[in-house]
């Protein structure tokens, strides 16, 4: 980034991104972001973060993956995030019911 700064607020994010703030919002819950908060507790992203929001966005928006898909992609562990957690319940319930055939 051209004339790089060591922290970005949600809006020049989301003009940097092309995405509105409550996008940026949503990702952070799904993807298990954590901008650093500032006084009055506003995100401070860094460039790192900015990245990695952009790769999320290209993801997402250019290659048509799906949130479970990216974070795939992105190898976060599925049970890190808010809906990784049924996600997760849900492969282990296959699994246990996989192992019940072949036991029966």
């Known amino acids: 980034m051209k004339g790089q700064k060591l922290y970005y607020r ?4 989301s003009r940097l991104l092309g995405v509105k703030p409550h ?7 799904e993807f298990g972001l954590r901008p650093k908060r500032g ?4 995100r401070r992203y860094t460039p790192e973060d900015i990245e990695r929001l952009r790769t999320i966005k290209r993801l997402l928006y250019e290659e048509g993956y799906k949130i479970t898909g ?4 992105l ?3 599925l049970a890190s995030t808010a809906e990784g957690y049924r996600d997760l319940l849900v492969e282990v319930l296959k699994e246990l019911k996989e192992i019940g055939k072949i036991l029966s």
């Open 10 to 13: 949600i809006g020049e994010v």
């Open 75 to 77: 190898k976060i562990p």
């Open 70 to 73: 990216a974070k795939k992609k």
């Open 23 to 29: 996008v940026i919002r949503y990702w952070e819950q």
């Open 39 to 42: 006084l009055g507790m506003q």
